[in-house]
């Protein structure tokens, strides 16, 4: 069974397309690139995967039910996370509460049981926190849990971002442009956390990224966009290579000095 | 005993208030003032879940207020009295003295129906475009009293103070300042559990990115619809409460004018603050008490106060935080409820 399988994913802005006859194939267990030159199309297809946009054409099977043009929170309950290519945390509400807010959709209690504290909600409740704690520990978040995202070092937000996308225990997380703003440490720190993400939570994970050199040494298959259109696929050496990918890039040397 | 001090405190001060009442030590003056703090507690701290906890602009809370207080009034005259459209009582006229809160929270339930009218747009607007479509709801929920004559229209509607007669003949007790001292600490009490749980703070990431509280798994409009509803639930508890103080009410109480009093209770108080919704409450009714000799002239100082306010202190008298957060000495005796 695959865990994701999209198939002629096309979709329209008005009279622009966006993203043309879209494939792809997840088995699950991958780590795949998604790169092109800005205005590719790339944003697009995370934001149809997840739900935020509903496509114009084509179908989006996670473990073969269609998720397209579900609403977002539904495609989240059902094992997609994401994080935002302009990072997008709750800022008035504390690193810890973030963390807990991401399982909102699996939190098991209602409103009569916020009212009424029942049983169900302390233990529920309770089981939210841990979890919680449990992240930021492993992420190594633990000293900011009382501070609000804002105060944080800009790669430690990004590390929250994560962090938030795997409170909410997906299969499959998505990360868009992870790299972006972060010094070079920062960026060897995010490729081991990336590379140990996905061994211990088992994941799969498909990323966006401009930095080559966080695409080439995590990736293990690579898709490039251009126009919407998926111009190359394969392996990171096969695609550097690929003379369609040089010419959609030609202009910026990233490819060839990487 | 400890755990729930707060409680406990309530209490007792709720049983001081009534045997004050009871035994005609404070003037009657004094008691209403008492009562309107009430009143303006449970629509500050129900507002402020909109426009504080969620980040919305409602400023139609008046209209929700109206909704709760026909509604209950409506069912008291006609199950209670002898009232010349409705007819004879339903029911035995003792029996309101069980059913009164029943009435009242059937009229709650009626206002957080009618709050549904804003939380269904609020799905696809927000901002300055919902607070036309709340103000507009105000406007609808007053016209179309004012246009349904058995109800009295722009006459008003009264013979609720029958209603409270009859629960005093059958025990003597101050009746509407228990209800008020129930429903204000009930209010108070379920908005605190609501904001501090996980759930309830959903809607403070819908405040803060609505976008990706969706995304990452927060269904928005379910909590839309229960802060809605929640709010306007609670508006129409203080308008119920509010009908029976005086035993009349009309239409043109409930205008954007009481809206407007609301909204500023809550900038007062500090948005995303209970305890500073409940203070300003507190603080506002009694500003409007003690500068009632300078009569008209009230409402040249009154909003001059408020942009004094805005000037030095835009935030509110608490800005963001609990009373537990300035004085964290507190936290020892009132601690926040958490699921630990």
């Not at chain 1, 509903?54 to 043009?69: H, R």
């Not at chain 1, 499959?172 to 442009?177: I, K, Q, R």
């Not at chain 2, 996980?198 to 839309?224: F, L, N, Q």
Request: charged residues 15%; glycine residues 10%.
């Amino acid at each position: 069974m695959a865990l994701l399988e999209i198939r002629k994913l096309t979709h329209y802005f008005g009279g622009l397309r966006a993203v043309a006859n879209f494939n792809l194939r997840l088995e699950g267990g991958e780590l795949l690139g998604l790169i092109g030159p800005n205005g590719a199309g790339k944003t697009t297809v995370f934001n149809l995967v997840c739900g935020f946009y509903k496509p114009t054409e084509g179908e989006i099977l996670f473990q073969e039910k269609d998720i397209a043009g579900l609403r977002p929170h539904a495609v989240t309950a059902m094992g997609v996370a994401r994080t935002f290519q302009n990072i997008r945390l709750w800022n008035t509400l504390t690193v810890f509460d973030n963390l807990c807010i991401a399982q909102h959709f699996r939190l098991g209690y209602g409103l009569a049981d916020v009212i009424l504290r029942t049983g169900r909600f302390t233990t529920r409740e309770r089981h939210v926190r841990r979890t919680a704690e449990e992240l930021l520990e492993i992420m190594g978040l633990r000293h900011y849990a009382g501070e609000h995202p804002g105060n944080l070092p800009y790669g430690m937000q990004r590390r929250l971002e994560i962090a938030r996308a795997l409170a909410t225990q997906p299969k499959l997380l998505l990360l868009d442009e992870p790299a972006a703003g972060m010094n070079p440490g920062e960026i060897d720190q995010l490729v081991e956390t990336i590379r140990w993400i996905r061994e211990s939570f088992a994941l799969t994970v498909w990323l966006i990224e401009h930095h080559m050199r966080v695409v080439m040494s995590v990736c293990e298959r690579v898709q490039v966009l251009d126009f919407g259109e998926t111009i190359a696929d394969g392996p990171p050496e096969a695609i550097k290579r690929d003379p369609r990918v040089i010419q959609a890039y030609l202009g910026s040397e990233e490819l060839s000095h990487a | 005993m400890r755990r729930h001090l707060g409680l406990w405190l309530y209490l007792a001060f709720s049983l001081v208030v009534l045997a004050i009442c009871h035994y005609q030590a404070l003037t009657a003056y004094a008691q209403l003032v008492l009562m309107f703090i009430g009143i303006n507690i449970i629509l500050s701290s129900s507002l402020n879940l909109i426009n504080g906890y969620m980040g919305e602009f409602s400023c139609g809370h008046a209209g929700f207020m109206a909704v709760g207080a026909y509604v209950s009034s409506i069912l008291n005259v006609w199950l209670f009295t002898s009232h010349k459209v409705f007819g004879p009582p339903v029911l035995s006229p003792s029996s309101a003295v069980y059913l009164f809160p029943v009435t009242l929270l059937a009229g709650a339930c009626a206002a957080a129906l009618a709050g549904l009218l804003v939380a269904f747009p609020s799905f696809r607007t927000r901002g300055d475009y919902l607070a036309i479509i709340t103000l507009a709801v105000n406007y609808i929920v007053k016209s179309s009293v004012e246009n349904i004559q058995v109800i009295g229209g722009a006459r008003g509607f009264m013979g609720m103070r029958k209603v409270i007669e009859e629960m005093e003949a059958v025990w003597r007790i101050p009746w509407i300042m228990l209800w008020i001292l129930v429903f204000t600490g009930l209010t108070v009490w379920v908005l605190h559990r609501f904001v501090s749980s996980s759930y309830g703070k959903g809607i403070v990431a819908i405040r803060d990115d609505e976008i990706a509280a969706e995304i990452m798994g927060v269904d928005t409009r379910r909590m839309k619809v229960a802060a809605f509803m929640l709010s306007s639930g609670m508006a129409g508890l203080a308008g119920g409460l509010f009908a029976h103080i005086l035993g009349y009410i009309n239409p043109g109480t409930f205008t954007i004018m009481k809206s407007t009093e609301v909204m500023v209770m809550v900038y007062l108080g500090g948005m995303g603050s209970l305890s500073g919704s409940v203070l300003s409450a507190v603080v506002f009714t009694l500003i409007l008490e003690v500068l009632r000799p300078l009569q008209v002239i009230k409402w040249v100082v009154i909003p001059l106060l408020l942009i004094l306010l805005m000037l030095l202190r835009p935030e509110g008298i608490m800005g963001n935080r609990e009373l537990t957060d300035v004085f964290p000495g507190l936290r020892r005796w009132f601690s926040a409820p958490k699921g630990t």
